[in-house]
């Protein structure tokens, strides 16, 4: 079950991105760090009700935070759509010993049809340029790569902006 958030939520939410970090450190990616994400972070997406977490039997496995917010940092990049009436999707995990069974796919259907039900114009969001099975992931369900950005506090290395018009 796909369900909001709540503060109760937050610890199990933070063990599943340590683990996801890990997971990905083990892989020589390193897209995640001590300062993302965190705690902090989660509070707010949770404050602002855009935190969804995906409950399987009363254990959270995954996470997901669907925003209206444009990030600064996304200023440069050449949108396909206008920036205005757009949902960006932040903060996507699966704890690693969930992963590869379609639960990603199943909160990004989720994120779409929430997008389409509110009659957003497209989805955006980010993913770390050295995370080649996110690229992959992200291509095969529509999305259209278009820029770089950058956040030097997690990696000297890039991330890549998409974008699914709907």
Sequence with gaps: MIRKGTYDDINSIIKITNACAA?????????????????????KDIEKEECYVLDIEDKIIGCITVSTFMDPEYNPVSWLTPNKNNLYIHRLAIHPNYQRKGFAKQLMSFAEAYAKENSFKSVRLYTFSQNKRNQKFYKLRGYNKLGEIYFPKQSKHSFYCYELIL
Excluded: L
């Excluded at 997971?23 to 509070?43: C, G, L, R, S, T």
């Design 23 to 43: 997971h990905m450190v083990a892989k020589n990616i390193f897209q995640w760090n001590e300062f993302y994400p965190n705690k902090a972070a989660f509070k």
